[in-house]
């Protein structure tokens, strides 16, 4: 866990930018006491901010878009997870991964108008 000051330190950022960025919503840190704490998730994604907004030039509006989506990835994935480990990790079989593309459509065109199979 990061204090305020070395999470500034550590991304290159004044504590201006890091104020906003909490009231923005885009970082959460833990309070503690009279101060913030930041994990290492917190750092890697002050760190991601910094890239949208410098060198990518990503506006504010931007930005929000970006981390709304990529929460939303997160999100799906842990809840992926947790319906895989309720299936106690079971493959399909053969015969289900084919009723699953049946149902889905069968067959895609790819390329020069060759069907296969999706």
Same mark, same amino acid.
């Given at each position: 866990m990061f204090d305020a000051t070395e999470l500034c330190r550590q991304?290159?950022?004044?504590?201006? /930018?890091?104020?906003?960025?909490?009231?923005?919503?885009?970082l959460r840190p833990e309070r503690a006491r009279n101060d913030w704490r930041f994990s290492t998730?917190?750092?890697? !994604?002050?760190q991601f901010i910094l890239d949208l907004s410098g060198p990518m030039g990503v506006n504010d509006?931007?930005?929000?878009?970006?981390l709304g989506l990529l929460d939303q990835i997160h999100g799906?994935? !842990? /809840?992926?997870?947790?319906?895989?480990?309720t299936m106690g990790g079971e493959k399909a079989s053969p015969r289900t991964r084919? /009723?699953?593309r049946q /149902?889905?459509?069968g067959t895609q065109r790819r390329? !020069?108008?060759?069907?296969v199979e999706a």
């Open positions: 991304v290159g950022i004044q504590q201006a /930018a890091l104020d906003a960025w909490i009231e923005a919503g885009w998730i917190d750092l890697v !994604r002050a509006e931007g930005v929000d878009v970006i799906l994935r !842990r /809840a992926l997870l947790g319906v895989t480990s084919q /009723a699953g /149902a889905s459509g390329g !020069r108008g060759r069907h």
